[in-house]
């Protein structure tokens, strides 16, 4: 899978978890790549968060 | 009985079986309008309770596995000044708005596309363009 794919596949996770199982989001976090770029997520997320 | 504590949410529910009733997709013209909007209410708040659950295991299933310690400090750190910088400067203007309206704003995919007036698939892109870029960059 193309690294746009994954990422887009986890940018839709983390909007609407409720379309996925709980099989399917260990399936999609298994991957080392879309583990990284979730990290980045919550770094992300946190820095525009915990900043104010 | 008392389902959603957040007083702020409770009014976004509530602003949302307006905007429902303004757009067409709720009917409140039946029988008993009261007893269907209260209904309505009723079903939007477990509806918001069930998303939050599940958010709430997926951010858990994901906090902890995950091997960056990082998440759970909750306090500004160097690495997130670093990343703001980095928004500030590395990304374009595009996707450097739709990351801000993302991840600042918290504003929703269909939020973003209806601001910008842009799809939600090119919310995505703009999306993904960032984190790669920030990514690439972010050692």
């Known amino acids: 899978m193309e690294t746009n794919e994954k990422i887009e596949r986890l940018l839709d996770m983390t909007e609407h978890p409720e379309h996925y199982s709980e099989e399917e989001m260990q399936e999609i976090l298994a991957d080392k790549e879309t583990r990284e770029y979730y990290d980045l997520i919550i770094k992300t997320d946190d820095a525009y968060t915990k900043s104010h | ?139």
């Open chain 2, 1 to 139: 009985m008392l389902i959603i504590k957040d007083e702020e949410e409770s009014k976004d529910i509530v602003s949302d079986i307006f905007t429902s009733i303004w757009d067409g997709t709720i009917n409140p013209y039946v029988d008993k309008p009261q007893n269907y909007l209260l209904m309505c209410v009723r079903n939007r708040c477990l509806d918001l309770l069930n998303h939050k659950r599940i958010k709430e295991r997926v951010y858990r299933l994901l906090t902890l596995e995950s091997s960056l310690p990082s998440i759970a400090i909750n306090n500004d750190t160097p690495d997130m000044q670093r990343l703001r910088e980095m928004v500030d400067t590395l990304l374009t203007p595009r996707d450097r708005q739709v990351l801000i309206m993302k991840y600042e704003r918290k504003m929703k995919y269909r939020e973003i596309s209806d601001e910008l007036n842009i799809s939600q698939v090119a919310v995505y892109k703009h999306l993904s363009q960032a984190l790669k870029t920030l990514k690439a960059n972010f050692k």
